[in-house]
């Protein structure tokens, strides 16, 4: 069904909102202001979903999008190629504001930075997970689907994973291909296979390592190293497998920057990193507490543990403590702390984690975001046990999508 809609104010999530006979319509690929013939992709009692697949009346932030696959029913991976990179930002500020104020009681009056490293806002994924077709060839989900756009380049993609060349080679019997390209120059590929299937890997240069995900957390060296190394402020990190790490080149020393000027760690404090991954804050943060202060850092995958007491194994003020930080602060009796950093996933802490969080008594916790809306209800949970937003900066780490990164500042009330 093609609808006629005037496109209202952009939403989290990559939408624009429009009306249409009485209920809201999310329009991808809109701009606020445009006039547009829409294409109805879901339908509820309550909303519609819709695809602009004709503009009547565009927006002058309008551009042609870069890449041959970004639009209506293609690749989902990006949302905002169709806007000029200043309007994305003005977008993704608004989108902050939007949840701050309407989730958090916060009204915000920054705005999303650039992070050095993607100019033109291409070429700046260090890692990107492909999804497999069953004829072997490589390609990236559609929008809310299953189903896979076949792509033998991705224009987002680093330059060093396209380099691989992963997208002209065939992967039967994998179902996704992740490819690797590392601060320092490493480059990996890590295969998962279907079920009860084996993968004939491709010939790759002898430089590219190759993985095996075997599940659970488990992942089997074919060739190479078993992990790539990371390298921030002149601190190099070790990464197995899939770890987590910032995928935009500059986000790791840009985060972490915000993260330490908000933190403002001292010597002799006791200072906790939760949700540490490989370490990166944590290290950090021990180096500036020094040997008469203390790091405990908390993580529940095996490997970024395994990592983190690796890369911080110089620094023996500095601890790494594997599990679910409610059940980790209990099992190691921890009851205050002067400073917290906290970065969880996209779900945020959630109630009972903001509340163990606040009862550490800490006169600061910076709180790392990669969701607006979540951050936002956390910190109204924070403002009920009386830590105010004293500071909040967010990131451009994901050009072309709707993604954003935010690092904010909760100092107490009570101190």
Known sequence: MAIELTVGPVA???????????????????LPGERVLAEVTEETTRFLRADAVEIVEASPDRVVPPCPFAGPGRC??????????????????????????????IEWKGQVEEVPGAPDGLGWRT????????????????????????????????????????????????????????????QAVVVSPKPRRTVAIPDLDDSVAVFVNEGRG??????????????????????????FWQIHPGAAATLLEAAMEFADPKPGEWALDLYC?????AAALAEAVGPEG????????????????????????????????????????????DLVVVDPPRTGLGREVVDRVAGLEASRIVYVSCDPATLARD???????????????AFDAFPMTHHVESVALLVSELI
Not at 146 to 152: A, F, S
Not at 379 to 393: H, K
């Open 12 to 30: 989290h999530g990559g939408w624009c909102v429009a009306r249409h006979e009485g209920r809201v319509v999310f329009v991808r690929h809109a």
């Open 76 to 105: 989902g991976g990006c949302d905002w190629q169709h806007a000029s990179l200043e309007a994305q930002r003005r977008l993704k500020t608004e989108v902050v504001a939007e949840q701050l104020r309407r989730l958090g009681g």
């Open 127 to 186: 890692r990107v997970q492909f999804a497999v077709e069953r004829d072997g060839a490589l390609g990236l989900r559609r929008h809310r689907s299953h189903d896979i756009e076949p792509v033998d380049a991705c224009l987002i993609a680093h330059p060093e994973v396209e380099n691989v060349g992963a997208e002209i080679m065939n992967w039967r019997g994998a179902s996704s291909v992740e490819v690797i390209a590392s601060s320092t120059g490493d």
């Open 218 to 243: 488990r992942t089997r060296t074919v060739h190479g190293h078993h992990h790539v190394t990371e390298r921030v402020g002149g601190r190099d990190f070790r990464v197995t497998g899939s770890g």
């Open 277 to 281: 991954g490989v370490g990166l804050f």
């Open 294 to 337: 203390a790091v405990f850092g908390v993580e529940s995958e095996p490997a970024a543990v395994r990592d983190a007491e690796r890369n911080l194994r110089d620094l023996p003020q500095a601890r790494i403590a594997r599990g679910f930080v409610e059940d980790a602060l209990d099992r190691y009796g921890v009851e205050r702390a």
């Open 379 to 393: 910190l109204s949970w924070f403002a009920e046990r009386r830590y105010r937003l004293a500071g909040l900066r």
